[in-house]
């Protein structure tokens, strides 16, 4: 009777992690959910872009967004304020470079006041 439920309660924690893997995204980044959003991580250099889309991956325009990616570099945390540019990205510079996948997260406030954030593994 134990066993079987042991096997559930593990296939459905190894179904979860799946789940909320990160996948690759059109602009060469990483996309995570964040709240009802799924936002788009690229960095480059001491750049930092995040692309924001709707859960049926439509942009959604970044206008009215505030974001901040917190950001680990050199097992420090940088915090890189993100101003919304064309379209549906938000970008911000770091005081130094990130390399190519920082690990971290990125926290949005929307027009309305609402808040999400998403992780970066």
């Known amino acids: 009777m134990i066993l079987p439920r042991l096997a559930l309660i593990t296939a459905l924690l190894t179904a979860s992690a799946?789940?909320?893997?990160?996948?690759?995204?059109?602009?060469?980044?990483?996309?995570?959910?964040?709240?009802?959003?799924?936002?788009?991580?690229?960095?480059?250099?001491?750049?930092?872009?995040?692309?924001?889309?709707?859960?049926?991956?439509?942009?959604?325009?970044?206008?009215?967004?505030?974001?901040?990616?917190?950001?680990?570099?050199?097992?420090?945390?940088?915090?890189?304020?993100?101003?919304?540019?064309?379209g549906n990205r938000m970008t911000g510079k770091a005081a130094t470079a990130l390399g190519d996948s920082p690990k971290g997260a990125v926290q949005l406030t929307g027009p309305g006041g609402e808040t999400a954030s998403g992780k970066f593994n």
Request: proline residues 7%; negative net charge; charged residues 25%.
């Open 18 to 86: 799946v789940c909320a893997h990160e996948t690759a995204g059109q602009h060469g980044g990483r996309v995570t959910d964040a709240g009802k959003f799924h936002v788009e991580l690229v960095a480059k250099g001491e750049t930092v872009d995040v692309f924001l889309s709707d859960e049926g991956q439509k942009p959604v325009p970044a206008a009215g967004f505030k974001g901040t990616a917190i950001l680990v570099v050199g097992g420090k945390p940088a915090r890189v304020p993100l101003e919304p540019a064309d």
